[in-house]
């Protein structure tokens, strides 16, 4: 997420120093924006997950 937010600033030094229009900059930096929403979606989601479980065949105890 920090690269995407990073990038956002270098494209809108990019469009102060005339290496880009307007136009172009501001799509994308919606770009980056989205890409940034996505991330952040992810990484919730990743917080709420349950820690792995191991299979139920694997807390029996060996049958002699």
Same mark, same amino acid.
């Given at each position: 997420?920090? !690269?995407? %937010?990073?990038?956002?600033?270098? *494209?809108?030094?990019?469009? +102060?120093?005339?290496?880009?229009?307007? =136009?172009?900059?501001?799509?994308?930096?919606? !770009?980056? %924006?989205?890409?940034?929403?996505? *991330?952040?979606?992810?990484? +919730?989601?990743?917080?709420?997950?349950? =820690?792995?479980?191991?299979?139920?065949?694997?807390?029996?105890?060996?049958?002699?």
């Amino acid at each position: 997420m920090g !690269s995407a %937010n990073e990038m956002e600033v270098h *494209l809108k030094i990019a469009k +102060e120093l005339e290496y880009i229009t307007a =136009a172009a900059c501001g799509s994308l930096v919606d !770009s980056y %924006n989205i890409v940034g929403k996505q *991330l952040f979606r992810l990484i +919730e989601h990743w917080r709420t997950l349950d =820690a792995p479980q191991p299979p139920a065949s694997s807390l029996q105890e060996p049958q002699p």
